[in-house]
């Protein structure tokens, strides 16, 4: 098995807290073998796994968080918020153990997606003593066993039996700009640098015009370069200035970062599984993983992820049947 890995040296990036417009930072700095991730703020010190995290869905606050002592009934005393980002990083670049401390509790947005984490943490990389590990999906899993339905919509999450560890992702949304996209994306590096990283985050404009985003995007520090920003249900395009890097289906590839996010509470990479997500948002996602967990879907393997030519998946085949 390969060595853990973690930074040579701390790094500091400046971004925006989008909850208030002004400026914050993150800091990531090496950890030793089998520490893992976790995140600080103001005094408070939280790891971070599928335990300790919520995914938080109300007024301008859809991110996934982590609390400290773990949450009860999907509240708790949260103590950093946003953390999809790097961790979904983190994963992708397969980086075991890292401490990463928030200037205000908040994860920074920055300009087309999580580029600048990823060439800011790539090259820092530095091997550890210890071995990495992973996780595999349990010989007796069945494929009725792998579905975690939210009952009360049309959204689920699957893990299945995989050559290759892979995220296919589909929505669907009334906006014309969004409308149905889905994609699939292999859990490695390279495929993660190219289809996913530049995706910005997604903003739904409530009165739908670029006047109402000059009134409010500056006062949430939302720019054309930081934020995805969708009009009203009618408008066909996104209401940025400029495609940028993916065009129509970069809705769908911010998805695919948000959901890497959740997988990286696992706290390791997996090596046979493949995930499939259905119209799903941070909260249920963290609720499907910790049901897999649960439910002892998975187990210690010594493999790491293989690549995969994505192309060749035939995702029909892997569809639940409807209820």
Known sequence: M?????????VTLEGVNVFNGKSNKITF???????????????????ATLENAIGESRRRIHCLSLCDPPPK?????????????????CYALGIDNLSI?????????????????????????VEGNAKKRYWRMNDWVAKLDTLCWNLERTDYVQAFKSDHAIVHFEVRREHKAVGEQKLSVPLIEDDYRREVMHARTPSFMSLGSRLYFGCTGYWYGMTDK?????????????????????????????????????????????NNVGFDFLLTGHAFNVHAMKKFFKDNLFCDAELP???????????????????
């Open 2 to 10: 390969p060595p853990q890995l973690t930074i040579k040296e701390p």
């Open 305 to 323: 992820p293989q690549p995969c030519p994505y192309q060749d998946i035939d995702w029909n085949a892997e569809k639940p049947a409807s209820s």
């Open 226 to 270: 930081n934020t995805l920003l969708i009009g009203c249900k009618s408008a066909v395009n996104y209401l940025n200035r400029s495609s940028e890097h993916y065009g129509k289906d970069e809705f769908v590839r911010h998805k695919i970062v948000d959901a890497i996010g959740a997988i990286a509470l696992a706290g390791r990479q997996f």
């Open 29 to 47: 700095l090496p950890a030793g073998d089998d520490e893992g991730i976790s995140f600080s703020a103001r005094g408070h010190k939280v790891k």
């Open 101 to 125: 401390e928030l200037s205000d509790g908040v994860v920074p947005r920055f300009d087309y997606g999580v580029s600048g984490m990823v060439e800011a943490l790539g090259p820092l990389r």
């Open 73 to 89: 009934n999907k509240t708790g005393n949260v103590v950093v918020r946003k953390i999809e980002h790097p961790l979904s990083v």
